[in-house]
């Protein structure tokens, strides 16, 4: 965990903000739930507006949400072709 601080007792309330929301991100992050873990991480930046780690994670994450939406346009009319043509057998 060498992109933040150790949980205890001295941490500031800044830290322990910043600390909890990393950590929800990357809890997402490592599901997959990119949107989630994006808006946690843009979260961190407003407690520390220059953290490389979070500015990292966040281009990460919009990358990511831009690859799935990708996909998604590609599998949907697929979908669309295989759910018709399933229909036209069926009738």
Known sequence: MAHHEHHNENLSPEDKLYNKFI????????????KSA?????????????DDYATKRV????????RDTRKIMIVVPIL?????????VLR
Do not use: W
Request: net charge negative; with cysteine.
């Open 59 to 66: 281009a990460e994450c919009t990358q990511n949400i831009a």
């Open 23 to 34: 950590t929800g991100g990357d809890g997402f992050f490592n599901i997959e739930l990119f």
């Open 38 to 50: 994006r808006d946690s991480y843009n979260e961190a930046l407003k407690v520390r507006p220059t």
């Open 80 to 88: 669309a072709v295989i759910i018709t043509t399933l229909l036209m």
